[in-house]
């Protein structure tokens, strides 16, 4: 990214045209960044909680009195309940690994404070991936331009993944096919060469059905097959009962659509799936990628340029993240590791007796009030008066509202980082390019002062942000090695020490033995308990399958803020026939409802989802809601069948009208 700046003032954002990927365009999300980074509406200097929790009423007061309160509240905590009591609550409000995960990480480690699994986005696919293929790298998106046929499989790319967009554009006009599968027509399935509807959470019966065809036929690759793999037999075996109809029952797309796809995607070479992360947040998340990504195995894709699969290439960035994030410093504070509290159960974290019971919560980089599932219980907890919380941030969001010390941080464009990303290999750099407001600080100083202030005098609380980097930079992976701070300096971006093409698996796989392993043993599928297929019972009350997919304009609760991703999130969008079996006409005020809770909405009649399913964009701020509640007042606690994911899109709900 570019930033103009005129008299220490930004007036213009742009994508840098020198880098491969960005290529001289940003999304439509960071290209309104300015709009935040300048909002009346930002926190600017440190607060008190005034009012009850929950009513978002503050006093200001300096930074010294809010980093003693902070860490007198903290040690008397930890002393009276020892310090596991103490919650840190974060993810990816920025994807910087200083800000994300460097100097906060150290502190918590110190305390021995509870650790936080980080499930809340991406844990069930990453390993759902690792099974199938051992490491989580995937296709480069250079590489898409020479693919001849590409399935966007749960990827809105135009609205969550723009950058890949004019690599497919480049691959259309040489006359590649583009498809997407999705339950919801977005932006993306309106532009392919054919989209198909597919129930939530049924794509690994999908993809068992396209093995079926491609292995009965004999479509697959059996030279690959032979030298990379094992337990292709029992592959063969397990997927003769997988028959098109079998998938057309379960998926709702036609017997005969099943097997065309499954013949083009075989045949077309070379063939690419670009999956996100939606079709991971159902019951059966990790083993819906597991199968995904042995498709592109059969084929032998992965040795084809242009070909194989990308969800995740994060794990391409070997850096020293043990390094960083002093891990070692448990043992200083409790003799062992702390333990573990999954963040997607956060609501029942709060609300249930635990030992030790969490007093403390800090949270950064997230909005829980927002985005954690079963919300009802979320705020419950949150507004306990015995809960010391603490939330740094860029705007008074709804997780502020419920915080005792509100602090106000640093933006991306005033604060050093280094930054890695999950759908490219490139390492970046990104130095300040606008003075802080106000008394912003950045998530390293406040960590580094409140350590400062607990009497942390471990050398590693001294550290600048550039020897943090340095750091992170002393690994010995080739991928890796030899990336030094200086180039890093001088070039801004650096790509990874990848070969150019990179084919990470056309020679085996991140496995012990360097194979694939299908497992074809406990490679099957079962409809989640939320679903048309799941609990009868439970969907007789609540027939329809809710999703709530990201906002095109927003990041998660990022840009909640503005009017028109509000405008963009208050919506459900509900089929024509579900619409008038309840007398539903188009922007008619709607209600849907649960036992975990509900949601006031506007309904939109359309097309862009088939009957029995209904799909409300994510994830608006509550305080802008009617009634305070968004649709996670409606998603459960329930974890994915590995990895302890979410189940946002495994969700039954009804729906009614209301008002005049």
Wanted: one cysteine or more; charged letters at 25%.
């Amino acid at each position: 990214m570019l930033v103009t700046v005129e008299d220490g003032r930004a007036t213009r954002l742009r994508g840098d045209p020198a880098h491969p990927v960005t290529r001289g365009f940003l999304c439509g999300k960071v290209a309104q960044y300015l709009e935040r980074e300048y909002s009346p509406a930002r926190l600017l200097y440190p607060q008190r909680r005034v009012g009850r929790k929950g009513e978002g009423r503050f006093e200001r007061i300096g930074w010294d009195e809010a980093l003693d309160t902070i860490a007198a509240r903290l040690k008397s905590l930890a002393a009276e309940y020892g310090p596991e009591a103490i919650l840190p609550y974060s993810y990816a409000g920025t994807m910087g690994y200083l800000n994300g995960s460097g100097m906060d990480r150290r502190f918590f480690h110190r305390l021995g404070a509870s650790r936080l699994d980080r499930t809340i986005c991406s844990a069930a696919g990453g390993v759902g991936l690792t099974e199938a293929l051992g490491l989580r790298y995937g296709t480069e998106p250079e590489q898409f331009r020479h693919a001849r046929l590409i399935l966007a499989w749960g990827a809105n790319i135009l609205g969550t993944s723009v950058h890949l967009w004019p690599f497919i554009v480049d691959a259309r006009r040489n006359g590649a096919k583009f498809y997407t599968i999705d339950p919801h027509r977005n932006r993306t399935g309106t532009v392919s060469d054919k989209h198909f509807f597919i129930n939530p959470g049924s794509d690994a019966a999908l993809a068992l059905g396209m093995m079926h065809v491609i292995v009965g036929e004999g479509l697959y690759d059996g030279e690959y097959v032979s030298r990379y793999t094992e337990g292709f037999e029992g592959l063969r075996e397990k997927v003769k009962a997988w028959t098109p109809q079998r998938s057309a029952e379960l998926t709702g797309i036609a017997a005969e659509d099943i097997v065309q796809l499954a013949r083009e995607y075989a045949t077309a070479r070379p063939a690419v799936i670009r999956l996100n992360y939606g079709l991971q947040r159902s019951e059966r998340g990790a083993q819906t990628v597991r199968t995904l990504a042995l498709l592109p195995v059969l084929t032998g894709s992965w040795k084809e340029v242009g070909g194989g699969l990308q969800l995740s290439v994060s794990q391409a960035f070997h850096l020293n993240r043990g390094g960083l994030e002093r891990a070692d410093l448990q043992q200083k504070a409790l003799g062992r590791e702390a333990r573990l509290i999954n963040m997607t159960l956060l609501g029942e974290t709060l609300t249930t007796r635990a030992d030790p019971p969490v007093k403390a919560l800090v949270v950064y980089n997230s909005n829980p009030a927002a985005i954690a599932p079963n919300q009802n219980a979320v705020i419950t907890g949150l507004s306990r008066n015995d809960l010391f919380t603490v939330v740094l941030e860029q705007f008074q969001n709804d997780t502020a509202d419920y915080a005792d010390i509100l602090l106000p941080v640093t933006t991306f464009l005033e604060h050093t980082d280094l930054y890695f990303a999950y759908g490219h290999y490139y390492l970046q750099l990104a130095r300040p390019a606008l003075p802080r407001p106000g008394e912003t600080r950045s998530n390293v100083e406040i960590f580094r002062q409140l350590a400062g202030r607990m009497g942390f005098d471990d050398g590693c609380f001294r550290d600048s942000d550039d020897e943090m980097i340095r750091t992170l930079l002393e690994s010995t992976h080739p991928f890796v090695g030899g990336i030094t701070l200086e180039e890093l300096e001088r070039e801004h971006f650096v790509r990874l020490r990848i070969p150019e093409p990179f084919l990470p698996f056309a020679s085996g796989f991140g496995t012990s033995d360097g194979k694939c392993h299908f497992q074809s043993e406990s490679l099957d599928y079962t409809p989640p308990v939320e679903s048309r297929h799941g609990d009868h019972t439970l969907r007789a009350r609540y027939p329809l399958e809710l999703i709530s997919p990201k906002s095109d304009d927003s990041m998660n609760s990022t840009f909640g803020h503005r009017d028109a991703v509000d405008l963009q999130t208050a919506v459900l969008e509900i089929h024509p026939e579900d619409a008038a079996a309840r007398g539903i006409r188009d922007s008619d005020c709607v209600r849907a409802f649960n036992d975990r809770g509900s949601t006031v909405l506007e309904g939109r009649v359309s097309g862009s989802v088939p009957r029995g399913v209904v799909c409300a964009p994510s994830v608006r701020w509550t305080r802008r809601c009617p009634g305070k509640r968004n649709v996670n007042a409606l998603t459960s606690e329930r974890l994915t069948d590995a990895g302890g994911g979410p189940t946002f899109y495994s969700c039954l709900v009804e729906v009614e009208r209301i008002g005049d």
